[in-house]
């Protein structure tokens, strides 16, 4: 089993900045997929960013430019820095790993283990 711990969640006005780290325990293998995916009330799931066992991230669509996804292999640790935010970032935001072979691409469907999720709030 793995588990994942999200947190720098909360709330910010339109134009702020939030952080997003996750941290995996358990039977982790370091160079596994992972991924942060969000989801707004009444939206299906969607993909923010994806990132292989080398650092190389895939971003979902819209999601280049404001999203930086970044990994340190060393700590297991996953983030997402988030920059520019606006009202339509609203979502909760699910950290997530794949085992399975070396494919890394912004699908949930592709992926075993989720987080708990972190409310990410950005008022206009």
Same mark, same amino acid.
């Given at each position: 089993?793995?588990?994942?711990?999200?947190? =720098?969640? #909360? +709330?910010?006005?339109? $134009?702020? *900045?939030?952080?997003?780290?996750?941290?995996? @325990?358990?039977?982790? !293998?370091?160079?596994?997929?992972?991924?942060?995916?969000?989801?707004?009330?009444?939206?299906?799931?969607?993909?923010?960013?994806?990132?292989? =066992?080398? #650092? +190389?991230?895939?971003? $979902?669509? *819209?999601?280049?430019?404001?999203?930086?996804? @970044?990994?340190?292999? !060393?700590?297991?640790?996953?983030?997402?820095?988030?920059?520019?935010?606006?009202?339509?970032?609203?979502?909760?935001?699910?950290?997530?790993?794949?085992r #399975?072979?070396?494919?890394?691409l912004?699908?949930?469907?592709?992926f075993?283990?989720?987080?708990q999720?972190?409310?990410?709030?950005?008022?206009?």
């Open positions: 089993q793995v588990q994942l711990a999200e947190s =720098g969640g #909360g +709330s910010v006005q339109t $134009g702020g *900045s939030f952080r997003l780290s996750c941290v995996a @325990s358990g039977n982790t !293998a370091r160079r596994n997929c992972m991924g942060w995916f969000r989801q707004a009330p009444g939206k299906a799931r969607e993909a923010v960013a994806v990132v292989d =066992g080398d #650092g +190389s991230p895939r971003y $979902g669509d *819209s999601m280049k430019g404001r999203f930086t996804i @970044s990994r340190d292999n !060393a700590k297991n640790i996953l983030n997402l820095q988030m920059n520019n935010l606006q009202p339509e970032d609203t979502a909760v935001y699910y950290c997530a790993t794949r #399975g072979g070396p494919l890394c912004p699908e949930a469907g592709m075993n283990y989720w987080g999720g972190a409310q990410v709030t950005v008022s206009s």
